[in-house]
């Protein structure tokens, strides 16, 4: 009997949507506009939703299902500033901060951290709720801390640089309608179901495939009366009051709490100091020697003595980072302020207001401007920040566009345009079309890029068309293809779509599989240059996994596995060249019994898992030559994370798997004495499973050897247990009731 190892694509569903006007409610999807995890509504034409809670990556490890927690790119309080060189405190208005409980704490310096609970400040200004803004004044600060702390004692402390001459500082709190799940699943063989829960393992949600599930079961025992009462009571029960049930929901020894978060004054800083080249040329190019940095650019002819109090203050922020010594992670930008020589080159940049502040990269081109000054801007300079991220992701598509224009480009210009594109973090909240209405804002304004998907995707054929003779790979260009193949490349972040493989991206893989073991001598090197960041794995691994996993993608209404023939074209490469790796067999035996279990047959798939058999498996000590392949495991693969005794059942499964399929299909009746080695294969691996045991025994059975397939029955029902279920458990007594009349 087979034990199915099945993917899982999981959603998770509730009801909550938000609708923008539009000339009516259209069919499509519709996301939610709370920060954090969006919530997503589906309408389908059928006149069918979906309200989907929670939506992210996943991968598969073995039979363990793990989902990717999103990292979170911001935070959820709002800041503005407003600066007055005359103020002597600083105003602090919280809009609506409700019943939460936040702490606001200010910092002079390396001095500890002064903290005040707010609902303790309401008591103070505003006892009776007058106003639901709370307003009050701090002394001045270089740092202002705001916490969050949640009904668990989990706190979300964030500190922020405050502007010399800051007046106001306006807070808002945006809860997360959605926190992180911190979940996991497992895929139980014997049951065929995966279990979703929590880390902890307790209370699983069990899931079994749609094509599996059976009815709900109706209640064995129906109350009389069904009713929802409001207020209900009974003679001597307490009154329930809502305000007791909600602060002892959130009540935590906050003494405590803010006690255990202060900074001690000892704390070491590096002495980092920023260099500010005396012109913008110099500017410039010292920017684009360091290659990894941005220049922030102050126009503020009327005040030279502002920036240099910004300077200094950036320097303790960074110092502050580094700790205690240099660390180029944390010095990204490079700074200037501008005077009388620049008006030339700004005019020519368009850049007329003052103050302003603008970034440009190492060439000059600008990638965002803001109308204001620079030190209302600081708290945005950090390696850490959105910015940050917002503006590598502009560099890269300036680079791309200006590539792509430029006639005499070379092709290591173009290479290098669409590896910087395609080492981008993955962003799934960035939008393309997102632009800023406001003419007046004082945010940031990023530049945008009009590119066109037909270019880029013509240029980048003719790239690789013009490489299929190369004679040596090109690591930025294998990197770049390998990002591309696994929807993470330059397509996705430009367009943020996802695509199935194309002509060009087989031609691409072409490409990897002919220089694939020099590919392999080089990616250690590659990975560990100094001053870059690389991930290229095995290639034969990262090539089959994306092509497994594009099956599963659609584009256009089209699914991957419109590509079948040709994926399986690439496998049979691999394999024909000797180059088949355990992770490219397990995906080629995937694909071939998802693709012949659609289509009723198993012959290609048993053939090519014979061949498999016994050139990898088929030994006197099966378990020794296990261990020789799990040592020789790639350190990316799966089973190489999961272990020894996964890597093990994988292998046992697969050849029940195999061998299942034979005695399910009378037209694969050629392969009974290879399936009997398979099944005996799968119990020397995994003794005395019920399941592979039924296999073997009807294997025996339909060979003719009939007494030895009822003694293998009979262990059969011997080892069933209370982990098969009951429908498995009928069945296989009922094979041997069938084998011991003579009616099999």
């Not at 809860?175 to 979703?196: H, P, Q, S, W, Y």
């Not at 030279?304 to 992670?329: C, H």
Request: hydrophobic fraction near 35%; glycine fraction near 4%; charged fraction near 25%.
């Amino acid at each position: 009997m087979r034990n199915i190892i099945w993917s899982f694509s999981v959603l998770f569903c509730l009801t909550f949507s938000s609708f923008a006007q539009t000339k009516g409610i259209e069919k499509g999807t519709y996301l939610s506009t709370n920060k954090g995890q969006k919530i997503k509504l589906n309408l389908s034409e059928n006149n069918k939703y979906e309200l989907v809670f929670y939506s992210g990556e996943y991968e598969i490890k073995g039979d363990s299902l793990l989902f990717t927690k999103k990292i979170k790119s911001e935070n959820n309080f709002n800041l503005s500033f407003t600066t007055d060189k005359k103020a002597k405190n600083i105003k602090i208005k919280f809009l609506d901060p409700s019943y939460y409980t936040f702490y606001v704490g200010t910092q002079k310096g390396t001095e500890e951290v002064q903290y005040q609970n707010v609902s303790d400040i309401r008591g103070k200004v505003d006892p009776n709720w007058v106003n639901t803004d709370l307003e009050f004044d701090i002394e001045k600060a270089d740092f202002l801390y705001l916490v969050y702390e949640d009904y668990t004692g989990q706190s979300n402390v964030c500190k922020y640089a405050l502007p010399k001459d800051v007046a106001q500082v306006t807070i808002s709190y945006e809860m997360e309608v959605l926190g992180d799940l911190n979940i996991a699943g497992f895929f139980d063989r014997k049951t065929n179901k995966l279990e979703i829960s929590e880390h902890s393992g307790k209370n699983p949600l069990v899931f079994v495939n749609e094509k599996d599930a059976q009815p709900d079961s109706a209640s064995k025992v129906l109350p009389l009366e069904n009713k929802t009462i409001s207020n209900w009571t009974y003679p001597g029960k307490a009154p329930l009051l809502n305000e007791d049930f909600g602060a002892a929901a959130v009540a935590v020894d906050s003494a405590a709490a803010v006690a255990d978060y202060t900074v001690d004054s000892s704390y070491t800083k590096y002495d980092f100091k920023l260099k500010i080249e005396k012109s913008l040329k110099n500017a410039l190019e010292a920017t684009k020697t360091a290659k990894t940095k941005f220049l922030v650019v102050a126009v503020d002819s009327k005040n030279k003595a502002g920036f240099d109090t910004f300077v200094k203050d950036q320097e303790t922020q960074i110092g502050y980072n580094m700790y205690d010594a240099y660390n180029p992670l944390y010095d990204v930008f490079n700074f200037y302020l501008t005077d009388a020589d620049d008006k030339k080159w700004l005019k020519n940049n368009k850049i007329k207001d003052d103050p302003s502040t603008f970034v440009v990269n190492g060439n000059g081109d600008v990638l965002a401007v803001s109308k204001s000054s620079i030190e209302d801007k600081q708290y945005e300079f950090s390696y850490y920040g959105d910015f940050y991220r917002k503006l590598l992701r502009t560099d890269a598509f300036i680079s791309i566009d200006k590539t792509l224009k430029n006639k005499k480009a070379t092709d290591a210009d173009l290479i290098a345009a669409f590896n910087k594109a395609s080492v981008l973090e993955t962003n799934y909240d960035y939008d393309p079309d997102y632009t800023v209405s406001d003419p007046n804002t004082t945010e940031f304004v990023v530049t945008k890029l009009g590119l066109d998907k037909k270019e880029v995707a013509q240029t980048w054929k003719k790239l690789i068309e013009a490489h299929q003779k190369d004679t040596k790979p090109n690591m930025y260009l294998v990197e770049t293809i390998l990002k591309e193949i696994q929807n993470q490349g330059f397509t996705k972040q430009i367009f943020n779509t996802d695509k199935i493989l194309n002509d060009t991206d087989f031609l691409a893989i072409d490409y990897l599989l002919k220089h694939s073991e020099e590919i392999e001598n080089n990616r250690a090197a590659f990975n560990g240059k100094e001053g870059e960041v690389h991930s290229v794995g095995n290639v034969i691994s990262e090539v089959s996994n994306a092509m497994q996993q594009n099956l599963y993608v659609t584009q256009d209404d089209i699914s991957g596995d419109i590509n079948k023939d040709k994926v399986n074209s690439v496998y049979k490469k691999i394999i024909d060249a000797g180059k088949g790796n355990f992770e490219s067999y397990r995906n080629y035996f995937s694909y071939l019994e998802g693709a012949e279990n659609k289509e009723g047959a198993f012959a290609d798939f048993l053939k090519e898992f014979n061949i498999y058999f016994d050139a990898n498996l088929a030994s006197v000590s099966p378990i020794e030559k296990l261990d020789t392949m799990f040592s020789a495991l790639d350190s990316n693969s799966d089973y190489s994370y999961n272990g020894w005794n996964s890597f093990k059942e994988y292998h046992s499964n697969l050849c029940n798997s195999a061998a299942w399929t034979v005695v399910l299909k009378p037209e694969n009746a050629n392969f009974i004495k290879d399936a009997i080695k398979w099944s005996e294969y799968s119990l020397v691996v995994t003794k005395n499973n019920p399941y592979y045991l039924d296999t073997l025994a009807q294997l025996y059975y339909k060979d003719g050897q009939k007494e030895k397939a009822i003694a293998i029955q009979t262990l059969a029902v011997k080892y069933l247990d209370s982990n098969v279920d009951e429908e498995t458990v009928n069945e296989i007594k009922e094979v041997l009731a069938k084998m011991q009349n003579g009616t099999y």
